[in-house]
């Protein structure tokens, strides 16, 4: 465990504002589901942009002090080497097996001073060894997240300067009706995106200035649940919702979160694997895809776990196209004498409203050879989706496997799927546009 000098600090009372889709963990998670429709808003990280304020609240960490440079090498798989002040890294931290406990946007803000975003005051105290003088501080910032072709006009209108000199994983400051707010461009699932992060004081203010300038730029208001769609489209395994995390089966989490002055709910397991197997909801950065993310040239928690994966990686992830005339038949099954199937909701599913833990068995015919996760409908693509952690004499665009649908003990539905590409969503991808021009591609 972590022996912090400086204190561990909370804020002493978080605003909650549920019409913005910002939320409170002292009462418990509250986001907004929905605003505009699910339909309008799942079209507009394609045809417009959007607006989304579920990530924001206390979950924002900031490390201080002359060891915050080693405590964060320690705790994170990612390399330090070339880490310079100004830019921003996907953090990922694990545990000793080489499960990720915990990940999120690093920036390097100074040279011992570091902020990490969307993440929780928790994972590093869970299974991090390092002693050392490092200070953290939780804070309630807001995050909104604009993306979509249109989310450098809608910015541009709001902040009333030019925002293309701010490049893929970099921030600086700006300001929104007076205020003084951070812009950085992130952009992991795929699409042309900022985030913008300031006092939560000032959230409401800023959020609706953000969306009266976006307004003739097409800009919908992103609930939650269409917010999770957005991730399976565009190929970003995101803990809480297509994986869960390690931590929650760690001792020394369990006994920090019973210190907190608010309980943080445990997953809702669900599918058709056991709940009892854990590890078939949990993943390796490899078998989410982020290996490239891994460096050997340091000690951190988990090195030896994922260096023998990497020697001989079994997974890795894909996207699962389902057959419509199965999924269709489990609507069927509403209009039958018989036990209908687990009923497949339209994006998601409304259990996601809190914490996920599910996974559904894949099978090449009687062999287990995967887990699928993050099911949704795309209206986009007209398909049900989902993200499928398999193995790699499985994984070639094609493949014909089985989905075994439904929760365990109940009843079953094997659906006929097809592996797909993976990011599914190919078009408008965040690599391709040129800020310089003021376009998208």
Known sequence: MMAFP??????????????YGLFSLSGGFVRQWEYNGWKAESLSWKQGCYIHAGLSGMG????????????????????FAKFREGTAKHGIACTEQGLIAGHGV??????EEFKLYVAGPWFPYAFSRFSGDVEQVVSDDFLFQIAGPTALATLEAATGESLRDVGFLRYRQTSVKGHKVQIMRVGMAGTLAFELHGPMAQAPEIYDAIVQAGEPHGLERLGWQTFQVNHVEGGFPQQFWTFSSAMHQDEGWRAFMAKLPYRFPDPTMAGSIDPADVRARCRTPIEVGWE?????????????????????????VVTLEWDERDVIDIYASLFREEPEYKYLEIPVSPANRGLCGHADHVLAGDVSVGVSSGTVYSYHFRKVLSHATIDLAQAQIGTAVTVLWGDH?????????????????????????????????
């Not at 400086?6 to 019409?19: D, E, K, R, V």
């Not at 490390?63 to 320690?74: I, T």
């Not at 993310?293 to 023998?308: P, Q, V, Y």
Request: charged letters at 20%; glycine letters at 8%; a positive charge.
């Open 106 to 111: 690093l920036q390097k803000l100074g040279a």
């Open 60 to 79: 924002q960490i900031t490390w201080r002090g002359p060891d915050a440079e080693a405590f964060l090498a320690q705790t994170f798989i990612n390399g």
């Open 6 to 19: 400086s204190p561990f600090t909370l804020p002493a009372a978080i605003p909650f504002y549920p019409q």
């Open 409 to 441: 003990g109940g009843r079953i539905k094997a659906v006929r799927a097809r592996v797909a590409r993976f990011p599914y969503l190919q078009e408008g991808r965040n690599q391709a546009v040129d800020l310089s021009a003021g376009v998208t591609a």
């Open 292 to 316: 490239k993310s891994i460096r050997l040239d340091h000690d951190f928690t988990g090195r030896a776990a994922l260096e023998a994966e990497l020697a001989n990686p079994r997974r890795t």
